[in-house]
């Protein structure tokens, strides 16, 4: 059953899948529960080589998970299971290991568990009840046995919010140094046998650190372009540098690495000069500074606050939209576009933010216009993603502005942005996840249908946003509308009581047959709130009315 078998096997301490445990059992394992190593009842702080332990307790709901061949963690998970009532879940397997566990180390059982995986046949309960979880595993080579190994790969997303300790089998339990060994193969291979097909990544940050590489390295298929074409987000300079190189249209620029040479190169731009912090600023990294006295402070802050480089550019005048593209190497397909509102004020006044609100589609936007920015645009950068083996596979983000002289590149983001998104998603007519599956698998890309339906959002902030937003700005519990919904950002608390924890604190967002109806519901909503401590802009929207 457990290993040898004893003709006086003592009182039962307890039961694992309808079988006693008795305590001589425990006892002829060498185990001396009354000065024991790392037992609830011994007293010790440390195990038997000196290492710190986490006992269980009665007042914790705690969970022991284990997978024993010899029967020695399964032992002690019983006994500890008596003494504390925490729940026990022994690890199964359909293709168990051999009695001989411990001998596959050797070259031919090696192979063995390469060729044949332990699978399991037990399924994971609902953990939400527990406060730690405790794994048993071996001690003797102080690693995984390949069964824990096997579990966490199928379910060790599951304990990504959870303390976890580890159940040592030869007595003691909860080293720091063992939980390490644990919370490192759960955050590198955990859940990995789920079958997930893709991964979408949202944030840029991510992207430009690398993360697509680390999943390509893995063999895991992910939506997101890989660490180098994310610099075209990352840098301003490189991104400004790629649409030079390969003919793309956008503004003049120069790049600084000093704000005494950034100050010094005023003097080959007018006024309005745009300054532009060249690494990631979360939309807000942007300074249209109308004379001498903004720009030299702005560039010194600049410089001041850790960016190594700042690029000035002559200000391009039009109207600007945003484009997405879905990218999968030399394919792209691009989605129902939109018009973000960037300045934090009513009629385009005030500093950059990162987002004030948004609007689809765009009654304004000429059909030959919107055929120029693809033609003289997206092609060509397109063209410069394959000539220059980027391999991008993900969302390109393409801010224009329609100038007297056709379009220009204000920026590339390598991501979905907001406030757009929620406004062009539920333009998309196709089933987005097949979009995106055909992307990653490299298939044809479908082309982009879009819905009639008209979609508008406004930003809710919270005073003195992008600069100093208020801290802590009480909300309460907002309404139900009828025509509208919320996509909440930067809140805390629960629905009944809403806290602000941030600047853009939530999107009222309506679905219409016309912009004109949905701008009137949004505002129309946001009119009834009693938020002292929040601003909105007045006019998002108003350009496709009035244009």
Not at 235 to 246: C, N, P, T, V
Not at 472 to 495: E, Q, S
Request: proline fraction near 5%; include cysteine.
């Amino acid at each position: 059953m457990f290993g040898r078998t004893y003709s006086d096997l003592g009182s039962v301490v307890g039961q694992i899948n309808g079988e006693d445990i008795r305590a001589n059992q425990l006892e002829r394992r060498g185990y001396d529960w009354e000065n024991g190593y790392g037992t609830p009842s011994d007293g010790q702080d440390t195990n038997r080589d000196g290492q710190p332990v986490r006992k269980l307790t009665k007042d914790a709901k705690s969970i022991i998970i284990f997978w024993s061949r010899s029967g020695s963690t399964k032992l002690l998970a019983s006994k500890i299971a008596r003494e504390t009532d925490a729940d026990i879940l022994e690890i199964t397997l359909r293709n168990p290991y051999p009695a001989n566990y411990r001998k596959t180390l050797s070259r031919a059982n090696r192979e063995r568990i390469q060729n044949d995986p332990p699978e399991l046949e037990m399924q994971l309960p609902d953990l939400s009840q527990y406060d730690t979880i405790y794994l048993g595993y071996q001690t003797w080579a102080m690693t995984l046995s390949q069964p824990m190994k096997a579990f966490l790969l199928e379910y060790g997303g599951e304990f990504s919010n959870k303390e976890i300790a580890p159940l040592l089998s030869e007595g003691g339990y909860g080293s720091g140094d063992s939980t390490e060994l644990i919370r490192e193969f759960i955050a590198r291979d955990g859940g990995k046998n789920k079958k997930v097909d893709w991964t979408f990544v949202g944030p840029e940050n991510v992207l430009c650190a690398g993360i697509t590489d680390k999943f390509n390295e893995a063999g895991q298929k992910i939506f997101g372009p890989n660490q180098r074409a994310a610099q075209l987000e990352g840098s301003k300079d490189y991104a400004l540098r790629f649409m030079s190189e390969y003919n793309i249209p956008t503004a003049r620029y120069e790049t600084y690495a000093s704000a005494e040479t950034c100050i010094a190169g005023l003097k080959n731009f007018d006024y309005p000069v745009v300054i532009k912090e060249d690494g990631l600023a979360g939309g807000k990294g942007v300074t249209i500074a109308q004379n001498q006295d903004v720009a030299e402070e702005t560039i010194r802050e600049m410089f001041a606050g850790g960016q190594t480089a700042v690029v000035l550019e002559e200000c391009l005048v039009g109207p600007e939209y945003s484009m997405f593209v879905v990218v999968s190497e030399d394919q792209f397909t691009i989605l129902p576009m939109a018009q973000d509102h960037k300045r934090v004020g009513d009629g385009d006044k005030g500093p950059n933010s990162g987002g004030m609100g948004s609007y689809s589609p765009l009654p304004q936007l000429k059909k030959e216009d919107r055929q120029r920015m693809i033609d003289e645009i997206v092609k060509p950068t397109m063209n410069g993603l394959v000539q220059g083996n980027y391999h991008y596979c993900g969302i390109l983000y393409i801010g224009l502005m329609m100038t007297e002289n056709g379009p220009k590149v204000i920026e590339y983001n390598v991501r979905l942005g907001d406030p757009e998104t929620q406004v062009v998603l539920p333009r998309i007519k196709n089933d987005f996840a097949e979009v995106i599956d055909a992307a990653v698998n490299h298939e044809k890309l479908p082309e982009i249908e879009e819905n009639d339906s008209s979609i508008l959002g406004v930003v809710v902030c919270s005073k003195g946003y992008p600069t100093h937003p208020a801290p802590n700005v009480k909300i309460g519990k907002l309404p139900h509308g009828t025509n509208t919904y919320i996509d909440y950002a930067n809140v805390k608390g629960n629905l009944d009581n809403l806290i602000g924890d941030g600047g853009r604190l939530f999107m009222v967002i309506s679905e219409a047959d016309n912009l004109v109806q949905a701008q009137d519901n949004v505002y129309s909503y946001l009119s009834k709130l009693d938020l002292p401590d929040c601003f909105y802009r007045h006019d998002i929207g108003n350009r496709a009315l009035r244009d």
